[in-house]
């Protein structure tokens, strides 16, 4: 019986071993979180995981999101960001100005119009009789500037202005053509660009958003870009000599 009584005991012993949680998960790395644990405000520390919502590394030191808020701008300190690029046409709400003015990062706006058919003007109002080729085939339709677009991409391309966050409203139309047409100067095939954007706009992708990405010209950014500041994108095709 006592030989039963210590088997008995050690089995119990092991499985205290076993179930132990201080075997099963590993001591914090304290020091780590020291900055944070001294401020005594968890909160502060959660913020600082939350990105905006859509948040993706769409290149090397660029990024895309939906628009920042003030619980994100923790996590976007971890970026050290230099620029923000945003699409909408509102004015900056101030909080986000004060946010980037404190960060010291550069803010670039190039407003498009949001809308739920998002190129349409009017169907009564026929292109400007120099309409781009893209104009024309649209025919009546007006859509997202293609002069704003090359604008910002010529503003994606220059890398002293990296890292840098690219957003709109949701971070899925309007972000979605910039990055659309990025990928066509970075030589993507339309097959991975409108994979891409889909991924981004689910649930509800636009027809006229591919068709603006898929007729877009790109050799009109080349007289924009400054090649000396061009990244060092390994999929990035040669500016037209």
């Known amino acids: 019986m006592e030989v039963a009584s210590k088997d008995t005991e050690a089995n119990i012993q092991d499985d205290k071993l076993i179930l132990s949680p201080t075997n099963l998960i590993p ?11 001294q401020q005594g405000d968890l909160d ?19 990024y895309r999101s939906s628009f920042p808020k003030k619980r994100h701008f923790r996590f976007l300190e971890k970026l050290k960001l230099k620029s923000v690029l945003t699409l909408i046409l509102e004015d900056y709400p101030d909080q986000n100005m004060k946010f980037l003015e ?33 104009q024309q085939h649209l025919l009546f339709y007006i859509i997202v500037p293609e002069d704003k677009i090359s604008a910002a ?18 971070g899925k ?11 066509k100067v970075q030589n993507w095939s ?8 889909r991924r981004f706009s689910h649930p509800k992708s636009r027809s006229m958003d591919q068709q603006f990405i898929e007729l877009y010209d790109a050799n009109q950014v080349w007289p924009l870009v400054d090649p000396k500041h061009l990244p060092n994108w390994p999929t990035l095709g040669d500016p037209p000599i």
């Open 173 to 183: 139309h309007r972000t979605g053509c910039l990055i659309g047409c990025l990928r």
């Open 27 to 37: 001591e914090p790395n304290w020091p780590l979180l020291d900055d944070y644990i």
């Open 44 to 62: 502060l520390f959660q913020e600082a995981l939350i990105p905006p919502e859509n948040f993706n590394m769409v290149c090397q030191h660029v």
């Open 190 to 197: 339309h097959t991975s660009i409108f994979d891409e954007y």
């Open 102 to 134: 404190e960060q010291g990062i550069q803010f670039l706006q190039f407003g498009i119009a949001g809308n739920k058919e998002p190129f349409v003007q009017s169907r009564l109002t026929p292109p400007p009789r120099r309409a781009s080729c893209l």
């Open 153 to 170: 991409l010529a503003a994606i391309l220059d890398k002293r202005n990296h890292p840098i966050l690219i957003h709109c409203n949701k």
